[in-house]
DNA sequence: TTGTGTTTTACGACCTC
DNA sequence: GAGGTCGTAAAACACAA
């Protein structure tokens, strides 16, 4: 899929050794993960993913807003609120985390490449 | 259409507190 | 143990050819 983020994190870390010791742990020789056994949802009744409404997002995205992480009273509170199972709850926060980190991930990438460039470009200027 | 790339939802494995 | 991250499967979606 997309790779971006590691090659950002490989020329960051390659510039700034160091920089991502505590994010980035190191899983050198990572253990093979288990698949995951197809549909095993049946709590579902065979229900298929579905998308959840504009709604639904903009309250969930309101409450990130304002808070990143989820007490579980606010859970059920806000699970009841959109009609959704608290645990759809819990991983939609879990995935807007992650797509959270993905984007500052890629600020900082950008900004880190921005003043590496200008740095090299004063290099070569003194140099002459 | 359909083949393909991207995004979103969901879950298993592992980690931390 | 509950709840977090990480990696990824699979459905949903977008869109060029």
């Not at 806000?78 to 797509?99: H, I, K, M, T, Y």
């Not at 921005?114 to 003194?126: A, F, M, P, W």
Request: hydrophobic content about 30%; overall charge positive; glycine content about 4%.
């Amino acid at each position: 899929m997309n790779h971006k983020v590691e090659d950002q994190m490989a020329l960051i870390s390659q510039l700034y050794p160091g920089v991502f010791t505590q994010m980035v742990p190191q899983q050198g020789e990572s253990k093979p993960r288990r698949r995951r056994k197809k549909n095993k949802d049946a709590g579902l009744s065979g229900a298929k993913k579905r998308k959840l409404s504009e709604e639904q997002v903009n309250l969930l995205e309101m409450n990130f807003g304002s808070e990143h992480k989820l007490e579980s009273d606010r859970k059920d509170k806000l699970a009841s609120e959109l009609g959704l199972d608290p645990r759809q709850v819990a991983v939609w926060f879990q995935n807007r985390r992650a797509r959270w980190k993905n984007k500052k991930l890629e600020e900082e990438y950008t900004k880190l490449k921005t003043s590496h460039e200008t740095i090299v470009v004063e290099k070569c200027q003194l140099e002459s």
